[in-house]
């Protein structure tokens, strides 16, 4: 049950909070102070949107007052220049350099990617963090397995058979994003997680590249599921591998042209 507490010396009845709410829960009490509709204590997905929205600090949910807000600094914005330059230059990475990614970058990282958007504000997404190269190989041995059993890349199996993991590429780190069955989105929240860590990963010096093959062995392969070791009923949505990149790219490969209808 949620609780929407509105304090009605702060309210400067601007109806900010009214316009704001996903799922339209905060109606004019009559004087212009907003009230909560009767199924806001189950329809609630404590966004937070309207305690981060109220210029007068008034809102509270579920005891989250504007105090446990961060502040938007406007001086830290990116130009939309820096912004695409960031996506036309991000490549997948798979030559890393043979260094270990910090403890703390990962940490960033990850934390950072908490603010992606999940369905209904679930927030659904764990991690599993991989550093050690020797489980990574392992892993990679396990997926050229499973290749070849149902014969697909084979090319590719063969390459880890003989040391080189076309699986993994000997990548330092791998992130794998899992969530349970009470996820309302698995595939979109843990992809939008990955692919905000993929896009943030060059500026902390970092290349990264999703795990196509990984995630497919670890979504069908019994023995590497159990490998994983997963919380009961959980399911791999995604995975990325990321490392420092040994090379850089000097340009940017050209892309289709746009696929777009306007009416
Ligand atoms: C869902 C997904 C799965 C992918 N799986 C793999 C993979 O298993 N191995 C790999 O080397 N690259 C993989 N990639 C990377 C793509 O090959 C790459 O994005 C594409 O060739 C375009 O290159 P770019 O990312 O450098 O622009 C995957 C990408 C996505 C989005």
Redesign the pocket.
């Known amino acids: 049950m949620n609780t929407i507490s509105i304090d009605s010396d702060k309210c400067r009845k601007d109806e900010i909070c009214m316009e704001e709410c996903p799922f339209n829960l905060l109606v004019d009490g009559g004087d212009g102070i907003p009230t909560p509709v009767e199924a806001a204590g189950e329809m609630c997905v404590n966004c937070g949107h309207c305690v981060a929205i109220c210029p007068g600090d008034a809102i509270a949910v579920n005891g989250m007052t504007a105090e446990d807000c961060d502040e938007v600094d406007p001086a830290k914005a990116v130009s939309a220049e820096q912004v695409e330059q960031l996506f036309r230059s991000?490549?997948?990475v798979?030559v890393y350099k043979d260094e270990p990614v910090e403890r703390e970058t990962l940490e960033r990282l990850l934390d950072m990617a908490r603010w992606a958007p999940t369905a209904r504000n679930k927030q659904p997404v764990h991690w599993l963090v991989l550093t050690d190269r020797d489980e990574i190989a392992e892993l990679s041995r396990m997926v050229a397995s499973w290749l070849r059993e149902v014969g697909r890349y084979l090319p590719i199996a063969d390459a880890v058979d003989k040391g080189k993991d076309m699986v993994n590429?000997d990548a330092p780190c791998l992130l794998i994003a899992h969530a349970g069955p009470d996820a309302l989105k698995p595939v979109e929240d843990c992809s939008i997680a990955l692919t905000t860590i993929e896009a943030a990963a060059p500026a902390f010096g970092l290349g990264a590249?999703?795990?196509?093959?990984?995630?497919a062995a670890a979504q069908n392969c019994e023995p590497l599921r159990d490998r994983l070791n997963l919380p009961e009923g959980h399911t791999v949505y995604g995975a990325l591998m990321l490392g420092r990149p040994k090379f850089r790219f000097r340009r940017i490969p050209p892309r289709e042209a746009v696929k777009v209808t306007w009416r």
């Open positions: 991000r490549r997948s798979r590429r590249c999703w795990g196509g093959l990984f995630m």
